[in-house]
Structure formats: C-alpha cells, structure tokens
C-alpha cells in the first residue's frame, strides 16, 4: 500500500488494450492509502495541483496512454510516464486555468445534472406511457373491470388476464 498526500495524482495504467473508457486519472483531495496497483506521482517543481490534473485529464480523455503500455496486460510504469511532454505554462497562469476551469466545469456539470434530471423524467414518462397502453389500452371510452393484479388495477374489459406459461414454452435454439 502506498500513502497519498492531497494534490498528488493517481494513475490507475493496467489493461490499457481492454479498457478504452475509464478514465485513468485522479487527484488527491486529502491524505489516504491506495494499492500498489495505483501509480502515485508528488509535484517536484512549483506546479498547481489542480492544473497538473487537469493537464494530464486531458492526456487522458486524448487516450495519449494507450499507446505507451506494453506487456501481456498492456499497462505503464513510472519509467513510461517519465517520457510523456508536458505543457507547463508559468505558475500563475496554471492558477488561472484551474481556477477558470473549475468555474466551467462546475457551470457544466451542474447543466449536466439538470439534463440527467429531465432524462430521468422522460424515461419515467416513456414507461409510464408503455405500462398505460399495453394494461389500459388505446381506447379511454372502453368500459373496465379488476385484473386481480394489484399494481395494474383495472384492464379493458375484454382483456383476458392469463398465465404466462399458457402462453409461451421455453425455446433452446435446437441443434442444426
């Protein structure tokens, strides 16, 4: 196990072939403990934390450590790492970038959150439009009766309520 501080970055650069959508990036916000199967690397220089995460999200989300791994498993090493260029601008303009990006990025997840909310609510929408047409039917003039299912309530009258194993038999593909 290894000890992390807050601001330093922690790669996760196993299975680079098989994985090509987790994000393989993270910075520390406080002190912890994460398995040796994490890199952690500590800033040497006068760099921004927040900066350098972001810098390197970037490298990541560009998919840039795909192509340095090597082995059966195809992952990094420090030694990997080691040859990556890096755009490192004075430090207050790095102060500046975070800061401004964590000002965007905050204004877009919380624009993202309230999409999530709306999809979530027109996915509940759609289901309830789907379970209202296929139990209830098209035609709100038809007279009803008691399924005897509690959650449907009431069916069209000439519904038929039945078991699904009258309707159906277990298909297994046959031999060819």
């Known amino acids: 196990y290894n000890i992390i501080q807050k601001g330093d970055i922690v790669f996760r650069?196993?299975?680079?072939?098989?994985?090509?959508?987790?994000?393989?990036?993270?910075?520390?916000?406080?002190?912890?403990?994460?398995?040796?199967?994490?890199?952690?690397?500590r800033k040497t220089q006068e760099l921004h934390s927040e900066f350098f995460h972001y810098l390197l999200h970037s490298y990541d989300e560009c998919k840039v450590f795909y192509g340095l791994g090597d082995g059966v498993r195809q992952g990094m090493t420090f030694d990997d790492l080691r040859k990556l260029l890096l755009v490192v601008p004075p430090f207050q303009l790095q102060q500046q970038i975070a800061n401004f990006l964590d000002d965007?990025?905050?204004?877009?997840?919380?624009?993202?959150?309230?999409?999530q909310q709306m999809i979530d609510e027109l996915k509940a929408y759609k289901q309830s439009v789907i379970t209202e047409a296929v139990c209830k039917g098209l035609d709100k003039s038809v007279p009803m009766k008691d399924s005897g299912i509690e959650w449907i309530g009431e069916?069209?009258?000439?519904?038929?309520?039945?078991?699904?194993?009258?309707?159906?038999?277990?298909?297994?593909?046959?031999?060819?």
């Open 104 to 115: 965007k990025c905050a204004d877009i997840d919380q624009l993202i959150a309230l999409q």
């Open 13 to 41: 650069l196993t299975d680079l072939q098989n994985d090509k959508r987790s994000l393989r990036t993270g910075l520390c916000k406080e002190k912890g403990i994460i398995t040796s199967a994490y890199i952690s690397i």
């Open 155 to 176: 069916v069209p009258i000439q519904t038929e309520i039945c078991s699904f194993r009258r309707l159906v038999k277990k298909y297994d593909g046959g031999l060819i």
